[in-house]
C-alpha cells in the first residue's frame, strides 16, 4: 500500500514571497503521483501530475513540483504566490497497476496581503 | 472538459435516514470513487467502481454501500444516517482500466456537504 504525508497542515506567506508545500511518500512499488488544488466550497482540481520523464513537472500557473526518488518526496514550490493561490493543496500518490489514489491531509495555504 | 456532477451540494437529513448520494459524469469513464472529506484527515476512499455493476471498498466502507447500474452515474448510499456520517462528501471519475488507463488523474465534483442532525 501506499501512504503520502503533508507535515505542514497551515502555511501562511506573503504575496509576492515563494512557497513550498512539503510532501513525502512511502510505497513499496513505482508510483505516479499528483498534486491538487482545492478552493473554497468547490471540489478538488487536478495541479500537476508526475508519470514518468522528467522529475520537474509544471503547471499553467506557475507552481511546480519535483519527483526524488531518493527522498520519496514530490514538493510543491512557486516563487512568488498571489492572493489567488489561497487554497487548500493536497498531495496524491497512487501505485503504478492500481485504480486509488492516497491523499494526504491537505496543506493550507494563505496568501496574506 | 470533464463533468462531475454532484446532484446537491448542501443536504441535511436526520439520523436514521437512509440517504442517497448522486454522482453522474459526462465522458464516459470506467472508474468513479466515492470519497469523505474531514478536517486533518483529507480524503478516504469510501468505496470505488470501475465498471457498471461493479464495485469495490475502499478505507472507510462500514455504513455505506454504492450502486452503479449505469457507466455514467454511481450513488452512494447511507443506509442508515448516524451523526458521525457528518462530512463532505466528494465523487471523482477516471478514464482507463487497470494497467493501461493508471496514470489517469481523476476529476472531481464540486462536493455534496452533509449534515446529519
Known amino acids: 500500500a501506499q501512504s503520502v504525508t503533508q507535515l505542514d497542515s497551515q502555511v501562511p506567506v506573503f504575496e509576492e514571497a515563494p512557497v513550498e508545500l512539503r510532501c513525502n511518500y512511502s510505497s513499496s512499488v513505482s508510483v505516479y503521483l499528483f498534486w491538487y488544488v482545492q478552493y473554497p466550497n468547490q471540489g478538488l482540481q487536478l495541479l500537476l501530475k508526475y508519470l514518468s520523464g522528467s522529475t520537474l513537472v509544471e503547471s499553467i500557473n506557475g507552481f511546480e513540483a519535483e519527483f526524488n526518488k531518493s527522498q520519496t518526496s514530490f514538493h510543491l514550490r512557486k516563487p512568488s504566490v498571489h492572493i489567488s493561490d489561497t487554497a487548500e493543496y493536497f498531495c496524491a500518490v497512487r501505485g503504478t497497476g492500481a485504480n486509488n489514489l492516497f491523499f494526504g491531509t491537505g496543506t493550507r495555504l494563505t496568501v496574506i496581503p | 472538459d470533464v463533468k462531475v456532477t454532484q446532484s446537491s451540494r448542501y443536504l441535511v437529513k436526520r439520523t436514521g435516514e437512509k440517504v442517497f448520494l448522486e454522482c453522474v459524469q459526462d465522458?464516459?469513464?470506467?472508474?468513479m470513487f466515492w470519497y469523505r472529506q474531514d478536517p486533518g484527515l483529507g480524503l478516504r476512499l469510501i468505496y470505488f467502481?470501475?465498471?457498471?455493476?461493479?464495485?469495490e471498498k475502499g478505507d472507510i466502507p462500514e455504513g455505506y454501500s454504492v450502486s452503479r447500474e449505469k457507466k455514467e452515474r454511481f450513488s452512494l448510499i447511507l443506509e442508515s444516517a448516524s451523526t458521525n456520517q457528518t462530512s463532505m462528501y466528494l465523487c471523482a471519475s477516471s478514464s482507463g482500466g487497470v494497467p493501461s488507463g493508471d496514470n489517469q488523474p481523476q476529476h472531481f465534483g464540486d462536493g455534496t456537504r452533509l449534515s446529519i442532525l
Open positions: 467502481s470501475y465498471d457498471v455493476k461493479m464495485k
Open positions: 465522458m464516459d469513464h470506467e472508474n
